[in-house]
């Protein structure tokens, strides 16, 4: 048991069925370590340790293990910059518009699908001891809260703005050709000016 449980410590508490076969891991075996609750079930073919030390963005890195391609947005990037004073109760994820949807089973995530002049621009990645971190930046995340407004709610998006601009490393024209390229020049600029004014 010690042996299977080896190979998840070295992938930072996750493992895929392909590695564990491949190393010689019954299903069986695998089928004892879910019901004993020593593992748990991401996505199928992907499971993680249920005792890795958690960290605040760990259901955020979960979900870009278990997909791909999924970047952390909106509320849930919102949140991790601390620009938020609301906690999403679901993890927001963009997915390029013709990516197939994949089954999590763990953590509640709602997918939104970008067409490519959305996704592709904005992405950064963070290095964290548990995995990589794939997730918009501060200004694309703000720009993509206004496209969606009346999704999370205006509330949502004016109070990210407001916090980003007080400040002192804010990047207003980073801000402005973002919302430019994203089509939110014109709903934006009116807070924009009322913020910076005031």
Known sequence: ???????????????????????????????????????EKIKPGLYKLV?????????????????????????SALSYYELTTTVPVIIM???PRNSKPVKIFYPPVQVFKFSDQY???????????????????????????????KKLGEDVAREGLKNYLSQSNY????????AKKGRAYQIMKPYLEALIIS
């Open 1 to 39: 048991m010690n042996e299977i449980l080896d190979i998840f410590r070295s992938h930072k508490g996750y493992a895929f069925l392909k590695t564990l076969k491949q190393k010689g891991v019954h299903v069986d075996q695998i089928r004892k370590l879910l019901n004993d609750g020593i593992i």
């Open 51 to 75: 005792d890795i030390p958690i960290s605040a963005q760990q259901g955020m890195i979960d979900i870009c293990l278990a997909m791909p391609r999924a970047v952390i947005c909106l509320h």
């Open 93 to 95: 994820a963009a997915l």
């Open 119 to 149: 996704y592709y621009h904005g992405i950064k990645k963070v290095n964290t001891e548990f995995g990589t971190l794939r997730i918009y930046d501060i200004e694309k995340t703000l720009v993509d809260c206004f496209r969606f407004r």
């Open 171 to 178: 990047d207003l024209n980073k801000l402005i050709q973002y």
